[in-house]
């Protein structure tokens, strides 16, 4: 999923570049959502979350959020909306395995100098976030390391 973003590496490159600074070791982040989980189930809910979390963000940007009840917002369609499979798919949501590799892709292609987790979208039990990060710690990090120094 990150292959799209190389264009975005070489344009901050280009452009450090131009003002002459060497393009290696400047700071670049990558934001995503993060969810780690061994279950399907839950980690397409946490990409229906992640999803709801976007909507809500860009609803309120672009002016055309509705209120519900009380401080809540509407779960309106984005323009362009995806599928929870295509949020999963484009994000670090899902099994160990699968974000450990998309990791080491998004290393490979945007060379960030760090990486911010969203690990909390609409409101995920915290007993299920704990376990997330317990994942990337005892699973997903080893493979990244691994990935990283081959």
């Known amino acids: 999923p990150y292959d799209s973003l190389a264009q ?7 452009l450090y570049e131009e003002h002459g600074r060497n393009p290696i070791g400047q700071p670049l982040a990558l934001m995503t959502y993060f969810h780690c989980t061994e279950d399907r189930d839950l980690a397409l809910d946490a990409a229906e979350r992640a999803r709801y979390s976007s909507r809500v963000s860009l609803s309120l940007r672009l002016d055309y959020g509705e209120y519900s009840e009380g401080p809540y917002m509407k779960d309106l369609p984005m323009p362009q909306d995806r599928t929870i499979e295509d949020v999963a798919a484009n994000t ?12 080491a892709q998004a ?6 100098s ?5 690990n909390q979208p609409g409101d995920l039990p915290q007993d299920r976030v704990m376990k997330s990060l317990e994942l990337f710690g005892s699973k997903v990090m080893p493979q990244v390391e691994r990935a990283l120094a081959a």
């Open 8 to 14: 975005v590496r070489a344009d901050y490159d280009a």
């Open 114 to 118: 760090h990486i911010a987790f969203h």
């Open 92 to 103: 670090l949501v899902g099994h160990p395995d699968e974000i450990a590799e998309r990791i």
């Open 107 to 112: 290393v490979a292609i945007l060379r960030p």
